[in-house]
DNA sequence: CCAATAATTGACCAATTGTTTTAGAATAGA
DNA sequence: TCTATTCTAAAACAATTGGTCAATTATTGG
């Protein structure tokens, strides 16, 4: 992969004496998809954490051998780092879809947060949880560099928040004196606050909870 | 300490011929303290959770040899346990404490989120953050008792939020259509969201999340 | 002093951890 | 077909994991 999207580099960059250089190398061919392989690695990071995931258990998830995961990847971290931000790709993609696509992205920024009370979608996700938060909780003693990852993702979640404020506001769904930023900020602290008490409240009883949170907007 | 207590127990239920039994017992006493051996385990648990604490980790904290560690906490686990039940008696009472004492409870509980982003006390705790929170989003998939017992912990802490809310609706702080077990709810989930973003935002981003998240007391 | 009990010590253990190595297999281009 | 290159497979690796054990030490009560 860092192969081709090195030639593709020069392929695009070089003078055009090296226009013949082809996209593909010499060299066995992957026999897995990569991007397929690092959707299995997500599956369990989210479920288990970075710690409770051994190499094991994602050579079985991933259908690798270890020749294979440490050739590709590197190491068990390098796996870590590249699902995270395959899968903050992936989450971020889907968010701005459901918001910005809406005529009215308040409404569905609302049922968003309404969602995650939601008992079917409770016992597909609620188990697992956010993985942003998840993973700045574990990291943020134990890895830096994963634990700001884990934090500009939930950063790129209040930027989509604010730009749905945003548009709220000039629609004239939220007072001109609100201020969308800091609404989108406290928005995250509620979905971070969510990840934790979804573990001890029934769906059921957090419906009031994310009622009141959201009371601010209106 | 297990054989102390059961002696005890004895001591006042037994009938008088038995009355004589001494409260201590044959064998050799033990040549550390265990409350302070579980604080120093606390410690290393709030820190690194537990996933990432080793066996070897609590000894050198805790100044045991594992025949020690073993003999008298059974297992890794069995010292988690025991320190997490420590950490909630030693937590509650200080947070009551607070709360219950000062003659205006609403304002301590204010200032106690207020707290939160005090960049000196981010210094201490921050890193650490909430010992309940953190050990359920660790446990949860991995360990359904631990997990119960961070949530406990976490409902008491509604608890005591839940009285200083009533107390301050009946001396007239708070409106009589106010739902004070609603709020405390609210407010956990507040708690549980600085857990998560105070790992991402400085104190002073902080600030703002925390006033507009008091907002719905006044 | 003796028997019973309990705590400490240090050696030992099997299993698992993440990682490396080495040999071979599969491809592209010359 | 030869060479360069890349990927795969399987074995081997040292280190660490959580946990056990037998022997010894310290205490209480008779």
């Known amino acids: 992969m860092d192969i081709i999207l090195d030639r593709m580099v020069k392929y695009i960059t070089f003078d055009p004496s090296n226009v013949k250089t082809s996209l593909t190398v010499a060299g066995r061919p992957k026999e897995f998809d990569e ?46 780092v590249q699902a995270t931000k395959q899968f903050g790709h992936e989450f971020l993609r889907a968010l701005r879809q459901a918001l910005q696509q809406g005529s009215d992205p308040l409404e569905v920024l609302c ?33 830096p560099e994963m634990q700001h990852l884990a934090a500009q993702g939930l950063m790129a979640v209040e930027q989509v928040f604010y730009e749905a404020l945003s548009q709220a506001q000039q629609a004239g769904q939220l007072s001109q004196s609100a201020d ?39």
Request: aromatic share 10%; hydrophobic share 45%; glycine share 8%.
């Open 35 to 80: 991007v397929d392989a690092l959707s299995r690695a997500q599956e369990l990071f989210w479920r288990q954490g970075y710690g409770a995931t051994s190499t094991e258990d994602l050579l079985a998830a991933m259908g690798l051998r270890k020749g294979s995961l440490y050739h590709t990847f590197g190491s068990k971290r390098g796996v870590f």
């Open 111 to 143: 049922q968003t947060f309404r969602a995650l009370a939601d008992p079917s979608h409770a016992a597909a996700v609620a188990a697992k949880g956010c993985y942003f938060g998840n993973t700045l909780v574990e990291m943020a003693t134990l890895d």
């Open 180 to 218: 969308p930023r800091a609404l989108a900020r406290y928005l995250i602290n509620l979905w971070n606050g969510l990840n934790i008490s979804r573990r001890m409240y029934t769906p059921q009883d957090l419906i009031p909870i994310i009622e009141t949170g959201l009371q601010v907007l209106v």
